[in-house]
């Protein structure tokens, strides 16, 4: 007869498999959304939509099954801990997706300047490169994979006042519509936001690996 220990292990790791299908579907949020930015650019809107439907519901599967286990009698603290992380993990990696629509919703823009669609693109770069890191340090427990993407948070964070000043600067010197420099600017803030729930996740993962993971997976081989 299983244990409840065995029993809670193999939920975990169906919950782990169900972060990992978010982070993955997150990246192709990503990239199938990056051309939206650029006027008359042509991207997969629909499947863009059908991948945030999806992060959605498994963000709601999870946040079910994380209450049902929590149900459960006789949990160790270490075993609640992780499940409230889990829980966490799946809503920072909802907020992604919706960061993305985000911007879907306000782009086109109708003139960029040419060192702020540089500074976009490397936006896009960086938070794609951290959501790879995410994948490989949940499916591979990687701690210095999840350590680098909060690092890399600085990063983006940087980016992003180096962008803010390029588009006031360029509003100033009457560069750029104030409707275009508008949506830049709030453009930009997601893809700081979304860095920052990239890096909250990996934190949050690497927190459950370092307190909870071996109090979960003991026994449940």
């Known amino acids: 007869m299983l244990t409840r220990t065995n029993f809670l292990g193999r939920e975990m790791n169906e919950l782990k498999e169900r972060l990992l299908l978010m982070v993955e579907l997150s990246h192709q949020m990503l990239q199938l959304g990056s051309k939206s930015i650029v006027l008359h650019a042509t991207f997969d809107k629909e499947g863009t939509l059908h991948a945030e439907r999806d992060i959605n519901t498994i963000n709601k599967v999870i946040q079910k099954k994380v209450l049902e286990l929590l149900s459960y009698e006789q949990l160790a603290l270490k075993q609640v801990k992780g499940l409230f992380l889990f829980s966490k993990i799946a809503r920072d990696l909802e907020r ?54 909060y690092e890399e948070d600085a990063e983006v964070n940087q980016l992003n006042r180096k962008s803010f000043k390029l588009i006031t600067d ?42 909870c993971h071996s109090s979960i997976s003991r026994n449940s081989t």
Not at 172 to 177: K, P, R, T, V
Not at 183 to 201: C, G, P, Q, W, Y
């Open 96 to 149: 992604v997706g919706d960061h993305i629509m985000n911007i879907i919703v306000i782009a086109p823009v109708e003139e960029v300047p040419e060192m702020v669609s540089q500074s976009y693109a490397q936006f896009m770069k960086n938070v794609g490169q951290m959501l790879e890191a995410l994948k490989r340090g949940i499916k591979e427990e990687d701690r210095s994979a999840l350590k680098w993407i």
């Open 170 to 211: 360029s509003l100033g010197m009457d560069q750029l519509a104030a409707d275009s420099g508008g949506k830049l600017i709030l453009m930009s803030r997601f893809f700081e936001r979304m860095a920052d729930h990239v890096s909250n996740a990996a934190k949050d993962y690497r927190h459950y690996l370092k307190d």
